[in-house]
């Protein structure tokens, strides 16, 4: 095996702001604790919450990095004496603290998941973030049940995108959906929602009428502030809110009624200061029920852009302007990134 270099490339954020303040330059290799492997990263998703890390409004946990990138994809280079898989020469990708945004990141073995077959460095950088946030979100929270009804609030987001493909091939779920122009909404439709509405309208009242009246058992959503109240009021008994981000407001005036009258449920999450435990927990299961649906190509998920490391202010200028389809993902060693590994490791 190589000798390991000393120093890496990796991205800092200078300071809170836009993406100006994100800063490409040398750093120390991690150093790896016990259950920990070292990756040689190909390629990193960008994420909306890195995003927010950048403008000082998502902090990471502490003891993380504070290098951003919570999704990577490249080949394990060093193991912690306590591992027994992934090993050395493993292709993975893996959902990380933070950290992705640099040639080498360490990240518990655990949260370490085979590259689906079929699929190159890059495509499988977009996969942990979203995939992890889905099902901790919706399956694990929202417990979407056979057959229920789901409101992806933003369908075209890698969040949203996974979401609408797993309620639909996995709970058979009647999938409705919100995005911002014809075009979003249009690929919402193709990916399994049978309504796609514009957020900037009135998408409460064609929601009621789709549902008789019913309401939504499960609704995953970005926004809070004023949309809350609106989806507690959408909601089918038993329904279930489940929030990711407070994107419209971290305040929201809510009829606590509603909640007690018909049963509903009222929570949120973020993944990133779970346990690595926990994290493995979700890594087992997206492997046994997700992987197949990715590597037969019933569900796929879009790189909307790549950008070189170096470029990562672009990245993150794109995802800003709110415009992206699908994920963005940068590039950190090019010869590798649209290279298919041969097969699953052993």
């Known amino acids: 095996m190589t000798a390991l270099p000393s120093d890496m490339r990796a991205v800092r954020i200078a300071r809170f702001g836009g993406p100006e303040v994100l800063a490409l330059g040398e750093e120390a290799l991690p150093t790896l604790a016990r259950g920990e492997v070292l990756v040689r990263v190909v390629a990193a998703g960008v994420n909306r919450p890195d995003i927010q890390q950048r403008r000082g409004l998502y902090p990471p946990p502490p003891g993380a990095t504070e290098i951003p990138g919570l999704d990577i994809a490249g080949i394990v280079v060093a193991t912690a004496p306590d591992v027994n898989w992934p090993r050395v020469g493993s292709a993975v990708c893996a959902l990380v603290t933070g950290g992705g945004y640099a040639e080498y990141c360490s990240v518990p073995a655990v949260q370490c998941m085979s590259i689906p077959r079929g699929y190159d460095f890059a495509q499988a950088a977009v996969l942990p973030e979203v995939l992890f946030t889905c099902w901790n979100n919706v399956i694990l929270l929202g417990k979407l049940a056979e057959g229920e009804s789901i409101l992806v609030q933003g369908g075209t987001s890698g969040v ?187």
């Open 160 to 346: 949203g995108m996974a979401t609408i493909q797993i309620a639909k091939l996995l709970r058979s779920a009647r999938v409705f959906a919100t995005a911002g122009s014809e075009t979003k909404r249009q690929i919402c439709r193709d990916l399994g929602a049978e309504i796609a509405l514009d957020y900037r309208c009135d998408w409460v009242k064609p929601l009621v009428e789709a549902t008789q009246g019913q309401g939504i058992n499960v609704i995953l959503d970005s926004q809070a502030g004023p949309y809350t109240n609106l989806e507690l009021e959408l909601l089918a008994f038993d329904g279930r809110l489940v929030l990711i981000a407070s994107h419209l407001g971290e305040r929201a005036d809510i009829n606590v009624r509603q909640i007690v009258r018909r049963r509903l449920t009222l929570t949120g999450s973020t993944i990133r200061p779970r346990p690595p435990e926990y994290k493995g927990w979700i890594a087992k299961a997206l492997m046994r029920e997700v992987w197949p649906l990715l590597e037969d190509r019933r569900m796929r998920l879009s790189i909307c852009a790549a950008f070189p490391l170096e470029d990562m202010a672009k990245a993150h200028a794109l995802m800003d302007a709110n415009e992206q389809i699908g994920k963005v993902v940068l590039i950190v060693d090019p010869a590798l990134a649209y290279v298919v590994p041969d097969g699953r490791p052993n």
